[in-house]
Nanobody, 115 residues
Framework: QVQLVESGGGLVRPGGSLRLSCTASRSIFSIAIMGWYRQAPGKQRELVAIITSGGITNYADSMKGRFTVSRDNNKNTVDLQMNSLKPEDTAVYYC?????????WGQGTQVTVSS
């Protein structure tokens, strides 16, 4: 089992940047896949980016070139650097961990992109 806590959300203007961080309650060294999802009002939760234990990344098409996911196995964190933010990036962003024992979610952090 693992608990995930997100931080770093907030209000930012279009074109701005934010960095989200997810801290796990235990070592993430053996967690196969970690990543970020988001859910906008009235929409389904969607993939933002994932990163494997070996550092392989995958992004949703609309995030490629703007977002960067990284993980630090020593600090038990997974970060999401978001640049060139757009109003349509407004959503609650959730950290996700897929382990051999199950899939775990954080409580989410709100990101609002507005002028």
């Amino acid at each position: 089992q693992v608990q995930l806590v997100e931080s770093g959300g907030g209000l930012v203007r279009p074109g701005g940047s934010l960095r989200l961080s997810c801290t796990a309650s235990r070592s993430i060294f053996s967690i196969a896949i970690m990543g970020w999802y988001r859910q906008a009002p009235g929409k389904q939760r969607e993939l933002v980016a994932i990163i494997t234990s070996g550092g392989i990344t995958n992004y949703a098409d609309s995030m490629k070139g703007r977002f960067t996911v990284s993980r630090d196995n020593n600090k038990n964190t997974v970060d999401l650097q978001m640049n060139s933010l757009k109003p349509e990036d407004t959503a609650v962003y959730y950290c996700n961990a897929r382990t051999f024992s199950g899939t775990y979610w954080g409580q989410g952090t709100q990101v609002t992109v507005s002028s």
